[in-house]
């Protein structure tokens, strides 16, 4: 079966223009080995537009993954976990933590790292940094992770521990 997956861009100068977006296009890149990647979009840094994009790539283009990336800093404009807590049902930390602690082996700034990640519907949201390198090496951490996820939230009843 062919997974879907869609990638947001949250960057304010990316939307506006005034920056190329490398971030999206290097995960997409890396999801392709994967998944159908359907979309690729750019949203300024506001809540309520992150938000809607991912609640559109899942409700309505029924992508099986959605990977945010940008916004997870600490700085006044960093603002996708919140949109991202605001539209998923659950979360799931494993993501995150292991992202934080493999990144964290690379650069002590890892720590300011608030990304999250969790499940709207059945199907899974991954919030990743903003820098292109930070982002592919973030995914990297997880990657082999994505398939099973996504199996188990389609109701897969295979065994966690093969």
């Known amino acids: 079966m062919t997974w879907r997956a869609a990638v947001i861009t949250v960057s304010d100068k990316g939307s506006r223009g005034e920056r190329v977006d490398l971030s999206g296009p290097a995960v997409a890149q890396m999801l392709s080995a994967i998944f159908e990647v359907t979309e690729s979009v750019i949203v300024p840094d506001e809540i309520p537009e ?3 994009a991912i609640t559109r790539l899942i409700d309505y283009k029924k992508n099986d993954l959605v990977v945010t990336t940008g916004g997870t800093g600490i700085a006044k404009r960093d603002v996708t976990p919140e949109a991202t807590q605001a539209v998923i049902q659950k979360t799931l930390p494993g993501f995150a933590e292991i992202m934080r602690s493999e990144s964290y082996k690379l650069t002590p700034n ?3 790292s608030r990304a999250i990640c969790g499940i709207r519907n059945d199907s899974l949201v991954l919030n990743l940094p ?11 951490f ?3 992770a994505l398939e099973h996820t996504i199996k188990k939230l389609k109701g897969d009843p295979a065994d966690c521990a093969r």
């Open 110 to 112: 890892a720590v300011i």
């Open 142 to 144: 997880v990657l082999g």
């Open 130 to 140: 903003g820098s292109p390198r930070a982002a592919t090496e973030c995914l990297s």
């Open 50 to 52: 992150i938000a809607e």
